[in-house]
């Protein structure tokens, strides 16, 4: 069975620096996906990222970039020039690659302040 | 396009009750999965509906049942209420043919008392 483990229960940050959460998975899969989401309080989860496992190039989207070392099963998210809307839990997922039904394996989060 | 709903959002039911709540998906969107979420086990896979069959499930007691209509909606029902079934209840929605996004719903906040 596959396990996300996101070490970091909770973060802060100073607006406008750079914050980057930590991700670790364990799985035998070779073909998987692996996701960040972001859950602001009291409002819906929404993806922020994701990462083919095929793919050595890491994803970024707009101020929000990965490090995926598939070797290391290791998927941190780094979050430049942090703001306030930034505030959230952010959820490190796992998604076997196999197509069709598939479920998402979520790690526990890690609760992210950013600060004024 | 309109996102996913989840009716109703909150919920207030006494042990040895059922519940059942109700989920819409994105218009065009044949998949349905749904998750519990709770500050001790974090998110966990309930089960995903595609085309009204139920073609994964997660690890959890026969109380806890789903469904799906023709129209892609999704209900969910949990018997015989238990204090931890306390949880949120989020639903996600995806096109559901191969790997497509989640976008998930807001979520029912049950209470069981």
């Known amino acids: 069975a596959q396990t996300v483990t996101q070490s970091q229960p909770e973060m802060s940050v100073q607006e406008a620096e750079t914050v980057t959460l930590s991700c670790t998975y364990d799985?035998?899969?070779?073909?998987?996906?692996l996701f960040w989401y972001k859950q602001p309080p009291s409002r819906q989860m929404i993806l922020v990222i994701r990462?083919?496992?095929?793919?050595?190039q890491n994803a970024t989207e707009n101020r929000f970039s990965v490090n995926f070392q598939k070797a290391a099963k290791s998927f941190s998210l780094k979050i430049s020039d942090s703001q306030l809307g930034d505030t959230a839990m952010y959820f490190c997922?796992?998604?076997?690659?196999?197509?069709?039904?598939?479920?998402?394996?979520f790690g526990k989060g890690t609760k992210l302040t950013v600060n004024p | 396009k309109a996102g996913v709903t989840q009716t109703p959002r909150y919920l207030i039911k006494t042990r040895g009750q059922q519940v059942t709540l109700s989920c819409s998906p994105i218009?065009?969107?044949?998949?349905v999965s749904w998750y519990q979420q709770t500050p001790g086990q974090g998110l966990q896979f309930l089960f995903e509906?595609?085309?009204?069959?139920?073609?994964n499930k997660g690890n959890f007691p026969g109380r806890f049942s789903g469904r799906q209509f023709s129209n892609s909606r999704s209900e969910m029902n949990v018997s015989t209420l238990e204090l931890g079934d306390s949880a949120l209840y989020l639903c996600?929605?995806?096109?559901?043919?191969?790997?497509?996004?989640?976008?998930f719903g807001p979520g029912t906040r049950l209470t069981v008392l």
């Open positions: 997922a796992f998604m076997k690659g196999q197509g069709g039904s598939e479920k998402l394996v």
């Open positions: 799985t035998s899969e070779s073909n998987y996906y």
């Open positions: 996600a929605s995806r096109e559901g043919s191969t790997y497509n996004e989640q976008f």
């Open positions: 509906y595609f085309s009204e069959t139920q073609r």
């Open positions: 218009s065009g969107h044949r998949s």
């Open positions: 990462q083919e496992a095929y793919k050595q």
